[in-house]
Every structure is written in structure tokens, then in C-alpha cells.
């Protein structure tokens, strides 16, 4: 990493000239990580994705905008769907409901492992793993339908553009049997809360939604005000059930890379093999798109320019 070490007793310049600088060295930093990592292959229309692209939305209560390389191109969701999935199911169904089906363990396992669901529990260990996802969206199935839950996405990202990537969607779809197997599973155990077909099909639309790094910035924002938008004031979701949510992005929002992740950047993020992070600060919401992914799906651009940004701003949950 390209930055300095501070004494104790440092205090950062917030700035906003400051956070400027700082986010364009940042900026700098991804760019330079792009040929570590490749678009995940899985998906094919993913794989199609520019692997040097890289940009950095940023987004504070003050409403001022930091914005550097491709934070208007549309790319698919991903991952990143299942923290408003989350956020529907605890504003619509409430949390009592919501962990009754499913838990909130950090697994330590690939996203799309069935290991732990098989071995040690008839319950998906967190919200944020394809499994538990899953679940979620069961709870969603039979009470919203797509164009539904279309609008709450639009609302909690602040972007009234966001559309479903047809292509996405057909080879999701198309590629998706482990998935429907993972629904399968659930239904077998009991657990699933809706049919399993319908559920998995919800889930692959939510997932193949078309944001852009602006959009993440704006959920961001939302999550770092409590479920609020700080432009209007309107709330979408109250703080305590927010506080969960970032609480399991804190521990489960980057794979199994989350340790880590919560070692070196410290912040509630969640990202999504799209090459999409959401990151919550302190009053600040970040949008990064990457899609050259690391072995646990993360981007290397997003991990290298938020542990600068976290590091020079001591944005760490637990800096003293």
C-alpha cells in the first residue's frame, strides 16, 4: 500500500479538499490492482466485463460528490442485492421473523457453499451467503413481486434508472442449478418459506439489476443515516434494523474474506462478484466498481482504495 504511517494522536483533515486528495490517491492505488484479479467467469455475460474499469463514487450528508473513473457504467448488482433483500424482509416481515429462518454467522466458506447447511444446521448461517439469501427472498416471494421490489431497490439506492439486465438475467438463469439446488435443499429441510422455483427466479432478477458506483454510493448513504436519506429525510427502514444489517456486512458482507477485510478496512461493506462495494461510513456512503475480482470475488481495486481511504481518514470502526 502507497500510504504513510501516523503517530498516535494523529488527527486526519476531513476536509473536503482533503478526502479529495485522498480519494484520488486511492483512485490511483485500484487502478494499479485491476491486473491482479479477473471478471468472474462463472455467469459468461460477467465475464464480458472490461477488467481494467475501475471508479470511486463517494457521497456525504453535506451532499458533495467525489467521483473518479467509471462510476456511470451499468453493471449488475450481484451480491450487493442481498443487503436490501435484508433490509425488506426486517422492514416487512420484522426481525424476530426474519432470523427465525435464517442465522447470523460468519461462515468462513465459499458464497455458494452448502458445507455448513448440509453438516450443522437446518438454517442458512448468515443473510449474505447464496443460501441465506435465498431464504431471504423465500420470506419476499409470496408477499412482493419483482416490479415491487424493483421500486424498494430504486428507493434505497436512490436511483430511479435502475432496470433489470435481461442478458444477466437469462445466464444467470441459464447457469443457475446450483442455486435452484441450494432452494431445493431448503425446501427439503423444511425451511424454505415459498416455491422453490419462484423463489430462485425473484432472486436472480434481484440479482441481475443494472447500478452504477453512484448507485452504491447512494445506498451507502442511506445505511449510514439510519435507513434514511439525508436529501429528503424520508426513512426506508429504521435505524435499529439498519444497525443489524451493517453489523452482518462488519462480518459477512465480503465472503470469506470479511476477516480480513474488517482487519484492514474496518467499515460495513458488501460486495458482489459484479465488481460492485458498498461501503457505510461515518456520515459518508462510498460506490466502488471494479470488476477484476480476487479468489473470494471481491474486487482488487475496491479492497486497495478503501483500506488507503480508511487508513489516512481512520475511518476504522475500532480506531482509538
Known amino acids: 500500500m502507497k500510504y504513510q504511517t501516523?503517530?498516535?494522536?494523529?488527527?486526519?483533515d476531513k476536509s473536503f479538499e482533503s478526502i479529495k486528495e485522498?480519494?484520488?490517491?486511492?483512485?490511483?492505488?485500484?487502478?494499479?490492482?485491476?491486473?491482479?484479479?479477473?471478471p468472474a467467469d462463472y455467469i459468461p455475460e460477467l465475464a464480458k466485463a472490461d477488467g481494467n474499469a475501475f471508479g470511486i463514487s463517494f457521497l456525504n450528508n453535506a451532499g458533495e460528490r467525489i467521483e473518479l473513473g467509471d462510476?456511470?457504467?451499468?453493471?449488475?448488482?450481484?451480491?450487493?442485492?442481498?443487503?436490501?433483500?435484508?433490509?425488506?424482509?426486517?422492514?416487512f416481515r420484522g426481525y424476530m421473523d426474519t432470523f427465525s429462518h435464517v442465522l447470523m454467522e460468519p461462515t468462513g466458506d465459499e458464497f455458494n457453499s452448502i458445507l455448513k447447511l448440509d453438516t450443522r444446521s437446518d438454517l442458512p448461517f448468515n443473510p449474505f451467503i447464496n443460501a441465506g439469501a435465498i431464504q431471504v427472498v423465500s420470506l419476499l416471494a409470496d408477499m412482493f413481486d419483482f416490479e415491487e421490489m424493483l421500486g424498494f431497490?430504486?428507493?434505497?439506492?436512490?436511483?430511479?434508472?435502475?432496470?433489470l439486465n435481461e442478458?444477466?438475467?437469462?445466464?444467470?438463469?441459464?447457469?443457475?442449478?446450483?442455486?435452484?439446488a441450494?432452494?431445493?435443499?431448503?425446501?427439503?429441510?423444511?425451511?424454505?418459506?415459498?416455491?422453490?422455483?419462484?423463489?430462485?427466479?425473484?432472486?436472480?432478477?434481484?440479482?441481475?439489476?443494472?447500478?452504477?458506483a453512484r448507485s452504491l454510493a447512494g445506498l451507502g448513504i442511506v445505511l449510514a443515516n439510519g435507513g434514511m436519506n439525508p436529501f429528503t429525510g424520508k426513512h426506508f427502514i429504521a435505524p435499529n434494523y439498519v444497525r443489524t444489517?451493517?453489523?452482518?456486512?462488519?462480518?459477512?458482507?465480503?465472503?470469506?474474506?470479511?476477516?480480513?477485510?474488517?482487519?484492514?478496512?474496518?467499515?460495513?461493506?458488501?460486495?458482489?462478484?459484479?465488481g460492485g462495494v458498498v461501503c457505510a461510513g461515518n456520515g459518508m456512503g462510498f460506490g466502488l466498481?471494479?470488476?477484476?475480482?480476487?479468489?473470494?470475488?471481491?474486487?482488487?481495486a475496491a479492497i486497495a482504495a478503501m483500506e488507503h481511504i480508511s487508513h489516512l481518514l481512520r475511518l476504522h470502526a475500532f480506531e482509538s
Open 6 to 12: 501516523y503517530e498516535r494522536g494523529y488527527t486526519p
Open 22 to 38: 485522498i480519494i484520488s490517491e486511492a483512485y490511483h492505488n485500484g487502478c494499479e490492482e485491476t491486473s491482479k484479479g479477473k
Open 71 to 91: 462510476v456511470e457504467t451499468r453493471f449488475t448488482i450481484q451480491s450487493i442485492s442481498k443487503v436490501i433483500n435484508l433490509a425488506a424482509s426486517l422492514k
Open 153 to 163: 431497490v430504486r428507493q434505497m439506492c436512490m436511483d430511479n434508472d435502475i432496470a
Open 167 to 180: 442478458d444477466v438475467y437469462r445466464s444467470e438463469s441459464e447457469t443457475g442449478d446450483r442455486n435452484r
Open 182 to 212: 441450494i432452494a431445493f435443499l431448503l425446501k427439503s429441510k423444511g425451511v424454505l418459506m415459498a416455491d422453490p422455483m419462484k423463489t430462485v427466479d425473484l432472486y436472480f432478477r434481484l440479482c441481475s439489476l443494472n447500478v452504477t
Open 245 to 274: 444489517i451493517k453489523a452482518l456486512m462488519f462480518t459477512c458482507g465480503m465472503y470469506d474474506f470479511s476477516g480480513e477485510w474488517g482487519v484492514r478496512v474496518g467499515i460495513p461493506a458488501k460486495s458482489g462478484v459484479g
Open 289 to 300: 466498481y471494479g470488476p477484476a475480482l480476487d479468489q473470494a470475488g471481491n474486487s482488487v
